[in-house]
């Protein structure tokens, strides 16, 4: 029994069950609690039963092992294997819990480059998903799935394809890619949800911004990361060079 007067003490132990792996990494922000780090397409998350190296948590294990940094790996959100940009990493599970626990401030902004000339200048898209019953990865536009909104602002267009800037309400499985195959305008590069890779390898998808409340601090984050070359270069060839310029704050 706990009697008034009584000190408690706990230790909670650090247990890393990643491997760690030398793969650079850039970090744009990090602190005693979070660290977030600007992905390269390509690079999963965390192992799976199939890849058990080569992944983002890898990486982080490795950095926390030659800065003698007795930390975990908890992800506060995910982005798919080809999807690059901003990963919000929490050193301790509690943390991450945080997010939930404190309903603070936290947003996400992408950019994305899909096919054709999109329509409209401004954008709310609420279409609910769910997986496709003949596979694992894939996802669809589905009346009886979850809730998903986006909200979409057209910064650039011609008629081969068009730039947005994307920010999520919600957070669902290939939310941005599902959302634009749906609307007939998939992501260049996205083969699999229509897209055509002659211009890209990988979907042109970078999550470029994020906004949020430290969850120990409480003070006001703004993180943002460049487009990767290979988006850089769609750009440049569309001549929208004045639009490659750092985002000081949402638009």
Same mark, same amino acid.
């Given at each position: 029994?706990?009697?008034?007067?009584?000190?408690?003490?706990? !230790?909670?132990?650090?247990?890393? @069950?990643? &491997? =760690?792996?030398? *793969?650079?990494? %850039?970090?744009?922000?990090? +602190?005693?609690?979070?660290?977030?780090?600007?992905?390269?397409?390509?690079?999963?998350?965390?192992?799976?039963?199939?890849?058990?190296?080569?992944?983002?948590?890898?990486?982080?294990?490795?950095?926390?092992?030659?800065?003698?940094?007795?930390?975990?790996?908890?992800?506060?959100?995910?982005?798919?294997?080809?999807?690059?940009?901003?990963?919000?990493?929490?050193?301790?599970?509690?943390?991450?819990?945080?997010?939930?626990?404190?309903?603070?401030?936290?947003?996400?902004?992408?950019?994305?480059?899909?096919?054709?000339?999109?329509?409209?200048?401004?954008? !709310?898209?609420?279409?609910?998903? @769910?997986? &496709? =019953?003949?596979? *694992?990865?894939? %996802?669809?536009?589905?009346? +009886?799935?979850?809730?998903?909104?986006?909200?979409?602002?057209?910064?650039?267009?011609?008629?081969?394809?068009?730039?947005?800037?994307?920010?999520?309400?919600?957070?669902?499985?290939?939310?941005?890619?599902?959302?634009?195959?749906?609307?007939?305008?998939?992501?260049?590069?996205?083969?699999?949800?229509?897209?055509?890779?002659?211009?890209?390898?990988?979907?042109?998808?970078?999550?470029?911004?994020?906004?949020?409340?430290?969850?120990?601090?409480?003070?006001?984050?703004?993180?943002?990361?460049?487009?990767?070359?290979?988006?850089?270069?769609?750009?440049?060839?569309?001549?929208?060079?004045?639009?490659?310029? =750092?985002?000081?704050?949402?638009?």
């Amino acid at each position: 029994m706990v009697h008034t007067g009584d000190t408690i003490c706990i !230790t909670l132990p650090i247990r890393n @069950a990643f &491997e =760690p792996e030398y *793969i650079p990494i %850039r970090i744009a922000y990090e +602190d005693d609690y979070l660290l977030i780090i600007d992905k390269a397409a390509g690079l999963l998350m965390h192992p799976t039963s199939a890849q058990r190296q080569g992944t983002l948590a890898n990486a982080v294990a490795y950095y926390y092992n030659t800065t003698n940094q007795y930390r975990g790996y908890h992800p506060v959100h995910r982005l798919d294997k080809n999807t690059s940009g901003l990963c919000l990493i929490a050193k301790e599970p509690h943390i991450q819990s945080l997010f939930d626990k404190q309903k603070l401030l936290y947003r996400r902004v992408y950019w994305a480059i899909v096919t054709g000339y999109f329509p409209a200048s401004l954008a !709310t898209i609420n279409m609910p998903i @769910a997986r &496709e =019953p003949a596979s *694992i990865i894939k %996802r669809h536009v589905d009346n +009886d799935g979850k809730p998903a909104q986006s909200y979409m602002t057209r910064l650039a267009m011609n008629e081969t394809y068009s730039l947005l800037q994307i920010f999520l309400a919600t957070g669902r499985t290939h939310q941005i890619r599902v959302h634009c195959s749906a609307l007939g305008y998939p992501l260049i590069g996205d083969d699999l949800y229509g897209g055509t890779q002659d211009k890209i390898s990988r979907q042109a998808l970078h999550a470029c911004a994020m906004e949020l409340i430290h969850p120990i601090t409480h003070k006001h984050l703004f993180i943002t990361a460049p487009l990767p070359p290979d988006m850089q270069s769609l750009l440049i060839q569309a001549r929208w060079e004045h639009l490659l310029r =750092p985002l000081s704050q949402f638009t």
